[in-house]
């Protein structure tokens, strides 16, 4: 049976809440390592490139807003301080981006999706080893969004 988030207990909603503040933390840090690239991309690969950056960070951006909201939900504090977001996240930014290629770009940001597939399903299923189903969802349907942005991003190293 579902669980709502006034039937868990203290310690899970803790738990979750903990799980979906480091997801916030990564998707955070991808929605400006996105931006970064949208923003200095370079090559003959430009405008799909440019145009597939800005399609991530929009819908990271949201994405932030979804899991953070779920953590006020199981009564957390969702944590918006961007200096303990980019310690706590294992997506690391990408200080050296001024004279980057394309491809190390897109390198990156895939290794970035696939980080954020594993913290997300990470979450999803400690939300589901406590019923939690509704944070659950939300986690699978990230998770789906992220390994959609990798084979995206995997296609054009492929070519
Ligand atoms: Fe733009």
Redesign the pocket.
Known sequence: MTQTAVDLSTDAQAEICEALNQCVAETAVTTMLAQNF??NVTGMAFAPL?ELF?QIYEDHFAAQDDLAERVKALKGHANGVLAEMVKASKVDEYPDSKGASAQDMIKAMLAAQETLTQTIGGAGELAAKHGDTLTEDLCIERGRTHEKFAWFLRAHLDG
């Open positions: 949208h923003w440019h800005q």
